[in-house]
């Protein structure tokens, strides 16, 4: 499967480029203020044109991962991939939903070498941003689906786990906070909550165990125009005790296994 580049910037890159021309050629002497109208048009509309046109390639089939993206420029054997992770964060509040985008977590004796600037939310490990799945035709269920054919285990939809955790699956939904005048800062309580929730869906006890510690609204800052601190409060004292349960469930036993005759 070979995944196609979406253009649809391309548009207005090239929009930005012809009005910041017309600004300067409809003056005869254009002043500061037109230069620096015309002078962000055209650098704003020269970046978007660029990225939009740049080399593009990603292949997906039975032998890896035919790149060139992320700085990478080759085939990547499945031997070299421990895990490609399919991602979706959490909707910030008041902000729109941000697209899935692919991970690749490097295997062992890999010799990628490009900065690994994410994290998978599946175990955490440090992971190579690959794609932002919104400058493709192909929609995140069709790379999910082909992922999942041909990579021999190594695909995990974290959307899934992100889904069924903000639904509510264990008790606990993705909570929408109030804002007062006086409340908790809120990108410490977002990435609270983001942690919280994803360890809730997917993590090990150990993990919950961990987050569960972090769930102390002593350490969150207060701010001007923050999240409503009782709120907040109630949200995090409920999960708190969803990964408490969560932790001390046990183990599944296994099925005995058959004697031989």
């Not at 039975?62 to 979706?88: F, K, M, S, T």
């Not at 601190?229 to 469930?249: H, I, K, Y």
Request: charge should be neutral.
């Amino acid at each position: 499967m070979e995944l196609r580049r979406n253009r649809r910037s391309l548009a207005l890159g090239v929009l930005l480029l012809a009005f910041g021309v017309s600004l300067l050629l409809g003056k005869d002497s254009p002043g500061t203020g037109v230069w620096i109208f015309a002078g962000a048009a055209l650098l704003t509309g020269g970046w978007i044109t660029a990225r939009s046109l740049r080399p593009f390639r990603f292949r997906i089939g039975a032998d890896g991962l035919d790149l060139r993206v992320a700085g990478l420029n080759r085939l990547v054997p499945w031997a070299e991939i421990a895990a490609i992770v399919l991602d979706q964060p959490a909707r910030a509040a008041g902000a729109a939903s941000p697209t899935p985008s692919l991970l690749l977590v490097p295997g062992v004796g890999s010799t990628i070498d490009r900065p690994l600037t994410g994290r998978s939310p599946v175990d955490g490990q440090p992971a190579l941003v690959l794609l932002d799945l919104a400058d493709v035709r192909e929609s995140a269920d069709e790379v999910a689906a082909e992922l999942t054919r041909v990579s021999g285990g190594r695909f995990t939809d974290a959307r899934q786990g992100r889904t069924n955790a903000r639904h509510g699956e264990r008790g606990v939904s993705e909570p929408v906070f109030d804002t007062a005048l006086r409340g908790y800062e809120k990108q410490m309580v977002d990435g609270l909550v983001l942690r919280g929730l994803d360890v809730l869906a997917s993590g090990t006890a150990v993990q919950r165990q961990a987050v569960r510690a972090e769930l102390d609204p002593t350490t969150l800052t207060v701010a001007l125009r923050g999240y409503d601190m009782g709120q907040v409060d109630a949200f995090l004292e409920r999960l708190a005790a969803a990964l408490a349960n969560e932790s001390d469930q046990p183990e599944q036993p296994q099925s005995p296994q058959p004697q031989p005759e």
